[in-house]
């Protein structure tokens, strides 16, 4: 369960404010979250990643209070409880598909990787269409095909929660569906809590619940 109270965040230096008093988003929903641009989509996705820390008020994330943690915790924190699929796909082209998959677990101590895991990413990457690609670079595959990249990379930890900042921003609608529906398809068979950010008014049906992030965001 997630569970936020009388949140308060202003960025250093900046002006915009995000101020939420009370939301709960129980196990195994599917969100999604939508607002204008600039309404503060992404920082409230930061902010429950531990990514941002609020000046005041309490995130928890399944039992963990994550603004208490530490920094090093917090990340801990994320690295094990949170999938997060970006919207400019944040692949590295000097890394091989099947490397920019096993990414988080060649950059963070708090993973082993081990050889299941690598089994597990070649799975992945054969699931989402991706297996006789898995030793290009990400630059020699098409737009739909390195969101999926993206996703392997969130879903490779099995985390509880998946958090999705416009994955579908970039890609045409046919692709934009086989890309929710990886989301989907996790979020079904894992119980997993999946969080979309989106734009796309056609497809909030799939979702149990949309969150308007329109008063999250204030400006003093
Ligand atoms: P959204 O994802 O809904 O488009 P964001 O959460 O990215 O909105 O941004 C909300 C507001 O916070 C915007 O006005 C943006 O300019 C501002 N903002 C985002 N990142 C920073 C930052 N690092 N420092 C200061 N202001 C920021
Ligand atoms: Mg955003």
Avoid at 77 to 96: A, K, N, P, T
Avoid at 180 to 185: G, I, P, Y
Wanted: hydrophobic share 40%; with cysteine; proline share 6%.
């Amino acid at each position: 369960m997630i569970r936020i109270a009388n949140l308060d965040f202003t960025y250093r230096g900046g002006d915009f404010r995000l101020a939420i008093d009370d939301l709960v988003i129980e196990d195994g929903t599917t969100a999604a979250v939508v607002g204008p641009s600039g309404s503060g989509k992404t920082t409230w996705l930061h902010l429950l990643a531990g990514i941002l820390v609020p000046d005041a008020g309490s995130i928890v994330v399944n039992d963990v209070e994550v603004s208490g943690l530490g920094d090093r915790r917090r990340r801990e924190f994320r690295i094990r409880q949170i999938g997060m699929v970006f919207q400019e796909f944040e692949l590295l082209d000097h890394l091989s598909v099947l490397d920019n998959i096993l990414l988080p677990y060649r950059i963070t101590p708090a993973l082993d990787l081990e050889e299941q895991v690598r089994v597990r990413a070649r799975d992945l990457a054969e699931r989402v269409g991706l297996g006789d690609k898995v030793r290009r670079p990400p630059r020699r595959l098409s737009q739909g095909e390195r969101q999926r990249v993206g996703v392997c990379r969130a879903l490779l930890p099995d985390p509880p929660l998946l958090f999705a900042d416009e994955p579908t921003g970039n890609l045409d609608p046919e692709t934009s569906d086989r890309v929710l529906d990886l989301l989907f398809d996790y979020a079904g068979e894992r119980g997993a809590t999946l969080l979309t950010v989106t734009h796309d008014h056609s497809r909030l049906d799939r979702f149990d619940r949309v969150l308007d992030a329109g008063p999250w965001g204030r400006r003093p």
